[in-house]
């Protein structure tokens, strides 16, 4: 089977070009050896939320044009001008938009539309972070401010992985008052392991959860673990006067279950073709183009074949990069990279501030074609957190330098000849 | 641990490693009034920073005999007191075809005029005894290593004193030594904590400060030149071997591969430091990476393993007082009566030696403390078995799930694991925390193993911090978490390559990405300023 595109990952990068080439009609096929770092995903959609100074961005679009020139969104500019970031978020916007997730929306009075400004999501730890984009019924706010506002905040003691004495004490900071209150469920839980939250989801424990709201005093919003669905949600919230709405857990999240979920339906109904397990292992490079891709399924004589091939295995975390004694490889197909010669300069001493290494990634040309030993191979791009200087630790874009790279990619493949 | 003081005490030991800890022990168990303090926590220094290896003495039988003899002689007395923290694994000096033959010749000659089993093996029964040994090896010599939890050894030590009527200070330093004419009287004590001081009397002062016993000497008068030898080491996140691995050569950098608990250890380097360097404690690229292509010699396996940390500790080493020049260094055990070399009374230092002369060490200081008090008890630490030694279900598991000493919630089928990589429950976490406010996250790992597994603390970190929460208040709580945090980086920085990297990406996706910590660790520094 020869396919138009072959995808390397099902992150939300490699997922987002697959969709957006799959609805322009051609034949796409998906290596899924894992969800990327989906996993870790709050529910928001990151844009741009603080400048290289480390400032909180209002307006995202606005800001994109002071990054530096090797950040990914920077390329788009240079090469389509700021104009083309706007439109390939609102592209972005419209795929979120069809999937099960109730769509995003700012202004509850219109109808949902692109946002321009930035929101403030609530994190698992309190804090509120600047985004782009935020599903229904997370918890996210206009202003970083609270002053004068009431929530509850409500807890499963048994679940370990929801620090609400953080989230509560965050929401004080910004000037919220907060009670906080503990939830009774009827869990069933085997063994000592911890609980994690899209198990808990799957035991469907809304209606526990409604019965006890009336207990709480007011009727002001009710914050509670993302450790509900979001169909039980949404029927919740039908059913309520007041505004109930999910914080996100620590990993593994529901958002990000449930978003690697609606992507890889989304995909197959378009009639991608899903290679679930699957890892691509090495590649055949003639002429400076990729003539096929072994995986750990595709051994010998069926070779997955494409016209183009994307790679969107991520950075150090899931692997799609990997550090070895003496460089950073991608290794798959070894491309070339960006990055420091010296270990000793890959790091610095304080966990929390930049480190080097977060920003190493496959070097790319203005097209977003990879190279190797210096020639650039024509049919092989790079999408997402694979790509060098995202900076996205720092900046708060990760999702979407995935979304908007991988959306470009797919433009230029659907505009080539 | 902060236990009531009283304005007295018999004997003080300052040190609350190994060797304070046996020292407590011995004269408690002798029925002297003792207060054992630390500035840090209970093996903060060196104990909590080697091998964990339980010599069998051959390792020294070439070149120290009688230090080969004292350690085959303690190794069988800890096999008996201390049988919770032994794993009796055995060990093995491999000869490569580089290795010349003689030496080992001279190993196993010298190892029998020690009293310690040494026998030689040859190549085929060595890979089968050891499947990951370097199958390149020309021969072997069996003897009796075993592997040691240095922790537990320490705790059980303590645990015993306590019960035996000791008074233990952990964060309290010793920072002044009053002396009546020559004789030492009191010392003074800072909480290191909440800063306050308090004086108490003291019968003799015993100095078991490992490295830091120069500095503690000089608070008494004493000059005392310590050689501080630095090691580093790697610990790799699979039980790669089953026994100890050494190369049978004179001692050299990376040769003893010591297999605990479900991890090993690979060591060590020897570096001689300036004095002013002994807290330093960071190891380098180079040295890391010398260590992994000397160690994969002992087990080509290491070369697949993940390097979890790298990690240092001081050797204190004596200089012989007899060398003017100081570069001469006594290995074996210093036991210093200052009244006889400086013209101090009742100030004795407890030194050099090994981890596992501890409780021989011990008994020379107690025996010295006995004879300045005009006391005649026997020494009983060699045959009373210490606290856990005799339960059935540490002597017949090798986990670590038995891994401290008087748990029994370990077995409470309903309690939550909050550290998945080591089995830490919650409930013992939180029995730690409320015996002692100030335990923070290196203390909790020091007596649990929380976070040293192969997430390096980045799923249980979260859950630790929120129970400080009530206690310390949330800043106080996130500080620690991110103290915790640089903590368990300082030890992967220098062994980025493999998974390291890997892991503290994706802990950077989840605190500072997905949380935020990192802008709400911008918020607290802001509001303190």
Same mark, same amino acid.
């Given at each position: 089977m020869r396919y138009d595109v072959l995808v390397i990952g099902a992150g939300l990068s490699g997922m987002t070009c697959a969709i957006a080439l799959a609805q322009a009609g051609k034949r796409v096929a998906v290596l899924a050896p894992n969800s990327g770092t989906l996993p870790m995903h709050s529910g928001s959609f990151d844009l741009l939320g603080y400048d290289n100074e480390g400032k909180v961005v209002e307006h995202p679009f606005e800001a994109i044009n002071k990054l530096d020139p090797s950040h990914p969104y920077s390329k788009i500019v240079a090469t389509h001008g700021l104009q083309r970031i706007r439109q390939l978020a609102e592209q972005a916007y419209e795929m979120i938009s069809q999937l099960p997730v109730s769509p995003p929306s700012h202004d509850e009075a219109s109808a949902p539309q692109c946002p321009v400004a930035n929101q403030y999501r609530l994190t698992p730890m309190g804090a509120l972070k600047p985004t782009w984009l935020t599903p229904v019924h997370l918890t996210a706010f206009d202003t970083p401010s609270l002053e004068g506002r009431q929530f509850v905040v409500a807890y499963y003691k048994p679940f370990l992985d929801f620090p609400v004495e953080f989230l509560a004490e965050g929401l004080r900071k910004a000037g919220a008052e907060v009670q906080v209150k503990a939830l009774e469920l009827n869990i069933t839980s085997v063994g000592k392991a911890a609980l994690k939250a899209p198990a808990l989801a799957r035991q469907r424990q809304g209606e526990a959860l409604l019965k006890q709201l009336d207990g709480f005093a007011g009727q002001c919003p009710v914050l509670v673990p993302h450790i509900f669905g979001d169909m039980e949600l949404t029927e919740m919230n039908e059913r309520l006067e007041r505004r109930l709405s999910v914080v996100p857990t620590l990993p593994p999240t529901c958002a990000g279950h449930e978003l690697s979920d609606h992507l890889r339906s989304l995909f197959t109904s378009l009639g991608g073709t899903l290679l679930e397990g699957d890892r691509a292992m090495s590649a055949i490079i003639e002429n400076d183009r990729i003539e096929a891709v072994k995986s750990s399924k595709h051994v010998t004589h069926d070779l997955l074949q494409a016209e183009h091939y994307v790679i969107a295995s991520g950075s150090f975390g899931v692997k799609g990069l990997e550090a070895r004694y003496d460089r950073v490889a991608e290794p798959i197909f070894d491309l070339d990279i960006d990055a420091l010669d010296d270990p000793q300069q890959w790091t610095t001493s304080d966990v929390l501030s930049l480190q080097p290494y977060t920003n190493f990634g496959v070097r790319t040309d203005e097209h977003f074609r990879t190279s190797k030993h210096g020639r650039t191979i024509e049919n092989l791009y790079a999408v997402g957190s694979i790509l060098s200087n995202t900076n996205s630790m720092k900046l708060a874009c990760r999702q979407g330098v995935s979304m908007l790279t991988a959306l470009q990619v797919a433009n230029g493949i659907l505009n080539s000849r | 641990m902060t236990e009531k003081l009283l304005s007295q005490y018999d004997v003080v030991i300052v040190g609350g490693g190994v060797t304070g800890a046996g020292v407590a022990r011995d004269c408690a168990m002798r029925g002297m009034s003792t207060l054992l303090v630390e500035s840090h926590d209970l093996t903060y220094g060196t104990t909590g920073r080697n091998h964990g290896l339980m010599h069998s003495g051959a390792r020294y039988a070439v070149t120290d005999l009688e230090n080969a003899r004292e350690c085959i002689e303690e190794n069988k007395i800890l096999c008996r007191i201390a049988r919770h923290c032994v794993e009796p694994t055995g060990g093995l000096f491999i000869s490569l075809p580089e290795d010349d033959l003689a030496y080992q010749a001279r190993l196993v000659e010298s190892c029998h005029e020690a009293g310690i089993n040494a026998e030689v093996i040859d190549a085929a029964e060595a890979r089968r005894i050891e499947p990951a040994v370097n199958p390149t090896l020309v021969s072997a010599v069996l003897v009796p290593d075993a592997s040691i939890d240095p922790f537990k050894l320490t705790m059980s030590n303590v645990l015993d004193a306590q019960l035996h009527g000791a008074t233990v200070l952990t964060y309290h330093e010793v920072v002044a030594i009053h002396r009546a004419g020559n004789a030492v009287s009191a010392v003074t004590l800072r909480d290191n904590l909440t800063r306050e001081q308090k004086r108490v009397d003291a019968g003799v002062v015993i100095n078991a400060a490992g490295i830091w016993s120069t500095l503690v000497a000089k608070l008494a008068g004493v000059e005392l030149k310590m050689l501080p030898a630095r090691g580093a080491l790697l610990l790799l996140g699979q039980r790669v071997n089953k026994m100890v691995i050494n190369r049978c050569r004179k001692p050299a950098n990376a040769d003893i591969l010591v297999p605990t608990g479900n991890v090993c250890v690979l060591g060590t380097t020897s570096r001689r430091v300036p004095i002013e360097e002994i807290e330093d404690m960071s190891v380098t690229v180079e040295e890391a990476q010398m260590l992994l292509t000397e160690g994969v010699k002992l087990a080509p396996a290491i070369a697949r393993t993940r390097v979890l940390r790298a990690y240092a500790g001081v050797r204190p080493?004596?200089?012989? /007082?007899?060398?003017?020049?100081?570069?001469?260094?006594?290995?074996?055990?210093?036991?210093?009566?200052?009244?006889?070399?400086?013209?101090?009374?009742?100030?004795?230092?407890?030194?050099?030696?090994?981890?596992?002369?501890?409780?021989?060490?011990?008994?020379?200081?107690?025996?010295?403390?006995?004879?300045?008090?005009?006391?005649?008890?026997?020494?009983?630490?060699?045959?009373?078995?210490?606290?856990?030694?005799?339960?059935?279900?540490?002597?017949?598991?090798? %986990?670590?799930?038995?891994?401290?000493?008087?748990?029994?919630?370990?077995? /409470?089928?309903?309690?939550?694991?909050?550290?998945?990589?080591?089995?830490?429950?919650?409930?013992?976490?939180?029995?730690?925390?409320?015996?002692?406010? /100030?335990? /923070?996250?290196?203390?909790?790992?020091?007596? %649990?193993?929380?976070?040293?597994?192969?997430?390096?603390?980045?799923?249980?970190?979260?859950r630790v911090a929120r129970k400080m929460c009530a206690r310390q208040g949330e800043d106080e709580a996130m500080k620690r978490l991110v103290n915790f945090m640089n903590e368990r980086w300082k030890g992967m920085r220098p062994v980025t390559w493999s998974d390291t990297l890997s892991e503290a990406y994706n802990t950077a996706l989840v605190y500072q990405d997905l949380c935020g910590v990192d802008q709400i660790m911008k918020t607290i520094k802001e509001k303190e300023i």
């Open positions: - | 080493l004596v200089a012989d /007082d007899d060398d003017p020049t100081g570069r001469n260094v006594s290995r074996g055990i210093s036991c210093i009566d200052h009244s006889e070399r400086d013209g101090v009374e009742n100030f004795i230092t407890i030194t050099g030696g090994k981890m596992m002369t501890y409780r021989l060490m011990a008994q020379m200081a107690t025996d010295l403390a006995c004879k300045k008090l005009r006391l005649s008890r026997r020494c009983a630490t060699a045959t009373t078995a210490l606290p856990g030694s005799d339960s059935a279900a540490a002597s017949t598991s090798t %986990t670590w799930h038995d891994f401290t000493i008087s748990k029994p919630w370990r077995h /409470d089928k309903n309690n939550r694991l909050l550290c998945t990589c080591e089995g830490v429950t919650e409930h013992e976490v939180e029995t730690i925390l409320n015996e002692d406010d /100030d335990v /923070d996250f290196d203390a909790l790992r020091r007596r %649990t193993r929380l976070g040293m597994g192969p997430c390096q603390g980045r799923m249980c970190a979260c």
